[in-house]
């Protein structure tokens, strides 16, 4: 055979061999909400994967363990099981939702990259040692819902000024909630407000934490969750009592809001879910977790749910008008 043609028949062999080789597929494992309980955030981590090359059925498995399939957020054995499970799949990074499914992962594994989806407080959690540099195998995205209190608050005065009384109903782990409680009574005190704190650790105990704060004489409702994400899970019967007690509230986000509450400050869960894949890819092409930071929202949405807010006779201001997104009108 002459050295060309023997040269063409080996490049031929290589390509031959190049196409029979299996097409590398990334195991990923996923610790949050199910598309019943969060369609658009599910769908907003698919597709963020989607477009950076990562297509389920194609070169990508998810691994999906929900956060609400019949289990209370709060219930860390089953959220720590169910990480373990991932582990033991030997996904190659964990997706995990909000605080709760963060901290279950991190009990779970100390080698396994995790990517958090939409944490409350990081630092003060004890996920990551920064922002900047997160040292360990964590590293994602945050909210910020300690540090928007305050401003939820001011909001909230300027929408019903007349209401000096502010329940506060809160929920989810007991550091950020802590935080968040002390940083709200700052924020009250400087607006010149009485705030009230009540608990509502389960979803059973949502009824009669209403019935405390309205005896308590509470004019509006300003709900933080603290990442315990029983109040999104709960989202359409706590916007029904808060209605039933003709109460203003401001909650967490804009889910809720759709679901009937009156409004909400807070960043674009969907893009946090979203730009988490690209966490996700930097850790698959070998970036380690530590080395990666933290990254905060970059936008802030005051959303506004117009029937509660006729059915509550609130007349929302020209200035807030103009800069809000609006829902149920």
Do not use: C
């Not at 040692?129 to 040292?135: D, H, Q, T, V, Y």
Request: aromatic letters at 4%; zero cysteines; charged letters at 20%.
């Amino acid at each position: 055979m002459r050295r060309r043609d023997a040269l063409g028949a080996l490049l031929a062999a290589l390509a031959s061999g190049a196409r029979a080789q299996p097409a590398k597929v990334w195991r990923v494992g996923y610790l949050g909400p199910s598309a019943d309980t969060a369609p658009k955030l599910l769908k907003a981590f698919k597709d963020g994967l989607a477009s950076l090359g990562y297509v389920e059925g194609r070169n990508l498995v998810i691994e999906y363990r929900w956060t609400n399939a019949g289990t209370a957020m709060n219930d860390e054995a089953s959220l720590v099981a169910s990480a373990r499970d991932l582990v033991a799949r030997e996904v190659l990074v964990i997706a995990a939702s909000i605080d709760p499914a963060i901290l279950a992962a991190s009990k779970a594994t100390k080698t396994v990259p995790i990517v958090m989806l939409n944490a409350s407080d990081p630092v003060g959690s004890g996920f990551v040692e920064s922002l900047s540099r997160p040292g360990g195998n964590i590293t994602g995205m945050t909210n910020q819902s300690a540090d928007l209190i305050g401003k939820k608050l001011q909001t909230l005065h300027e929408v019903v000024p007349s209401a000096k009384r502010i329940a506060m109903l809160v929920s989810g782990p007991a550091k950020i909630k802590a935080r968040t409680i002390a940083a709200a009574r700052d924020a009250a005190a400087a607006l010149g407000l009485t705030l009230d704190v009540y608990e509502a650790a389960t979803a059973a105990a949502l009824g009669d934490a209403f019935a405390a704060l309205k005896r308590g004489g509470a004019q509006a409702v300003l709900f933080s969750d603290t990442g315990g994400g029983m109040f999104f899970t709960e989202r359409k019967r706590l916007a029904d009592l808060a209605l039933a007690n003709r109460l203003p509230a401001m909650v967490a986000n804009a889910e809720i809001v759709e679901a009937g509450a009156l409004m909400s400050v807070a960043p674009d869960s969907v893009d946090n879910y979203l730009r988490a894949a690209t966490f996700i890819d930097k850790i698959l092409k070998g970036v380690k977790p530590a080395d990666i930071p933290v990254e905060q929202p970059t936008a802030f949405d005051t959303t506004i749910n117009m029937k509660t807010a006729k059915a509550l006779n609130v007349v929302i201001p020209p200035a807030l008008r103009v800069a809000a997104r609006y829902v149920g009108e």
